[in-house]
């Protein structure tokens, strides 16, 4: 978490986020924070929407972005088990709560991406 008082986090956010129309937003479902926004959606390996499984057996589905400016990233950039090939991570959360909304990819060529869980966002209608 930032040290920064909540209202300047949020209207980083908003800033980063301004030229989104407000039905465009994508949302923290726990806190409501903007997090990113439907026009920042991007294809990786030339799919939106991921379906993994992990080794225990449990299916993680993201969704990719080009920019999540209401995240923070955290943790060392780890290669082991990157679900992107080519590619390290690092966790992805909520800048306002902390919620693990998903990970954040980079590669040696700095093409970066974050790959967000859609059912721990709220996209308003
Ligand atoms: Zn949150």
């Given at each position: 978490m930032s040290n920064l008082p909540i209202k300047q986090l949020v209207h980083d956010v908003l800033f980063q986020?301004?030229?989104?129309e407000p039905a465009q937003l994508i949302s923290c479902l726990?806190?409501?924070?903007?997090?990113?926004?439907?026009?920042y959606r991007t294809r990786i390996h030339d799919q939106h929407h991921h379906r993994f499984v992990n080794p225990d057996g449990i299916i993680y589905d993201v969704c990719c972005f080009n920019?999540?400016?209401?995240t923070i990233i955290n943790g060392e950039a780890m290669?082991?088990?990157?679900?992107?090939?080519g590619y390290r991570w690092q966790y992805a959360h909520?800048?306002?709560?902390?919620?693990?909304l998903g990970w954040y990819y980079e590669n040696d060529r700095n093409e970066s991406f974050f790959a967000l869980i859609p059912s721990s966002l709220r996209t308003k209608n």
């Amino acid at each position: 978490m930032s040290n920064l008082p909540i209202k300047q986090l949020v209207h980083d956010v908003l800033f980063q986020l301004q030229d989104c129309e407000p039905a465009q937003l994508i949302s923290c479902l726990n806190c409501r924070q903007a997090i990113t926004a439907n026009n920042y959606r991007t294809r990786i390996h030339d799919q939106h929407h991921h379906r993994f499984v992990n080794p225990d057996g449990i299916i993680y589905d993201v969704c990719c972005f080009n920019a999540a400016p209401g995240t923070i990233i955290n943790g060392e950039a780890m290669t082991q088990y990157c679900w992107f090939q080519g590619y390290r991570w690092q966790y992805a959360h909520c800048e306002h709560c902390a919620d693990q909304l998903g990970w954040y990819y980079e590669n040696d060529r700095n093409e970066s991406f974050f790959a967000l869980i859609p059912s721990s966002l709220r996209t308003k209608n």
